[in-house]
């Protein structure tokens, strides 16, 4: 008995070809869509500088003191109470290097955690103005870690920085590059390790 052979057709190879140049597209937007998101972080993560640098001189300018140094906080009662007086002398306190306790503030105390709550008594910046742990907290940048305000040292230079905790290495080096002189071990933007692609920085401090 003979067999039946039913004519099959399959996909041309221009129809293949048009196929493999939507995929092609697609693949294309989603990656041009992904270096948009990446650059518009990178680009956050700075401005997060800028607004605290502002906040920072705001507070100068209004009580003379930069908070959490500020020696008369504790003294103004009401919601203001339960702060430690800072002692003026112009640093955000915190020993000489840069630490993760600079990152989890959540008590008064230390003049680097005392600042966050001080800001945001003053109406500053946004945040809980409750007392307790939330209060005191770091704020976040756009990659997730947090942000602190503290007078360390970071490759060799001791200041008062806006540092910014667990930065992928090649957002640092963009930021440096952009705004500094794109070494992690000169200029006023400096990095806790190196600039190794594929890695974190601990710490992105930016000096002020």
Request: hydrophobic share 40%.
């Amino acid at each position: 008995m003979a067999k039946t052979i039913r004519n099959t057709k399959g996909f041309t190879l221009v129809e293949l070809a048009i196929v493999l140049v939507i995929i092609g597209i697609i693949l294309g937007a989603v990656l041009k869509g992904q270096e948009l998101v990446n650059n518009a972080k990178t680009k956050r993560l700075y401005q997060q500088y800028r607004e605290t640098y502002a906040a920072m001189y705001t507070y100068y300018d209004r009580y003379g003191f930069f908070p959490g140094d500020d020696t008369t906080a504790a003294t103004r009662g009401g919601i203001w109470t339960g702060l430690t007086a800072g002692d003026g002398n112009g640093l955000i306190a915190t020993g000489t290097t840069a630490t993760a306790a600079n990152f989890t503030c959540a008590a008064t105390g230390a003049e680097q955690c005392d600042m966050w709550r001080e800001l945001r008594l003053a109406n500053i910046i946004s945040g809980s103005t409750a007392a307790g742990a939330a209060s005191f907290r770091n704020p976040t940048h756009s990659y997730g870690g947090a942000v602190a305000v503290s007078y360390s040292t970071v490759s060799g230079l001791t200041t008062n920085f806006v540092q910014f905790q667990n930065v992928p290495a090649e957002v640092c080096q963009i930021i440096d590059t952009q705004y500094d002189d794109g070494i992690q071990t000169t200029g006023d933007i400096r990095g806790s390790a190196a600039y190794t692609a594929n890695t974190i920085v601990p710490t992105l401090a930016i000096r002020f």
